[in-house]
């Protein structure tokens, strides 16, 4: 998904500093296809005293929710109900000298001058999936190598081992990977068809076994020291997509951790400040490998920072998306888990509030339990309720 004006607007103080808070802002991507549905989910920061929000995500019902579960809200917050109003709300909060932090760069000449907490131009490189070979020791990386959508084809018919291929053109920030062995279903072909026209670089990557795979959750302070915050555990993937993760005792070795704190430490170095992540893990025989870089905040950010502080006395969390019509007032529905300390939702994305049509909407929510197996039979009765 591409998001190429996502724009938060904020006066940032340190990460660090505001780890612990509990404070949440919902802020929004607005996207020129309109699809601005991650709207609230990549932009939950602790710190967040204003933001551009989507409609969809920051609805009076939405921002119920969030304070319900115990986290404040912006007390500035500009709402858009398209891509082109977002970059406009933008461009006059730089007129009035007020900085801007990207989710990622936009494509705007007015915005891409603008005073910004990260220049657009390292934020697009440090997203840009090549930037593994920068940060990273090449130990830690998968075989990969770079090439056009044409040699990825022939890559594909010539050598029949499994491989992942990534699309990695100038300022594409997809998250979206691609197994070959999954090419001849009809939405994985689709899917890169459409992408090989936007993206004139693919990365072919081989494909690794792992056993887990984690997101490891960076900050960079506004004076440049990195800090750890911890990781979680990915859930497992149908389809290339995030969709949610796992906070319990599962982490990862400290030779990981330490291959991407001096990765961050090379970023920071570049002049990135705020949250970043990389997703990483163990493959079955042991072997430690980074598969992806998120200078941004990623989905697993905001349940990461917020864990402690608001499920804390669970063992085990886990984050993931539950589905509800259009229009639906949830709050009465998930009112009972909130209040029982079960369940922290973070965004309600609802199309109803917007000009996107009649889609579904999307709830993303934090559980507790004493374990995975604990979490998921809340989540199977929460969605039950939602009634989808």
Known sequence: MFAPEGVVLARPPSPVATASSRYLAGAGAGLHNGLDMITGLHLTLPHQAAAICSTGASADKSLRLISRCGLKVPSDLREFRSGDHAVQLAQEAAERGELLEFQFPPHDPQLRAAPTRVPPDLLARLNNKTVLETLIAPEYLP?????????????????????????????????????????????????????????????????????????????????????????????????????????????????????????????????????????????????????????????????????????????????????????????????????????????HYDPAETDNGPHQATILGMVGGADRYACGVLIAQIQRALGR
């Open 143 to 347: 075989r990969r190598q770079v090439a056009t959508p044409a040699e990825v084809r022939r890559i594909v018919q010539q050598d029949r081992r499994p491989a992942v291929v990534k699309p990695a053109g100038a300022e594409v920030y997809s998250g979206i990977a691609i197994f070959t062995r999954r090419l001849q279903d009809r939405l994985n072909r689709s899917l890169f068809n459409q992408l090989e026209q936007v993206s004139d670089q693919w990365i072919v990557e081989e494909e690794v076994l792992f056993r887990t795979v984690w997101g490891l959750q960076f900050g960079v302070t506004d004076g440049g020291s990195v800090e750890y915050f911890g990781a979680s555990v990915h859930l497992p993937q149908p389809t290339s997509t995030w969709i949610g993760c796992v906070m319990d005792d599962e982490q990862p070795p400290a030779e990981l951790i330490q291959a991407l704190t001096a990765g961050v430490r090379k970023a920071a170095a570049l002049g990135y400040r705020g949250y970043c992540s990389f997703d990483a893990g163990i493959g079955r025989d042991g072997e430690l490998r980074v598969i992806d870089p998120n200078f941004r905040v990623s989905g697993a950010t905001t349940s990461l920072l917020h864990r402690n502080s608001l499920l804390g006395q669970h063992p085990c969390a886990i984050t993931t998306f539950f589905s509800l019509a259009p229009g639906v007032n949830a709050e009465p529905i998930l009112a009972p888990f909130i209040d029982r300390g079960q369940f922290v939702v973070f965004m």
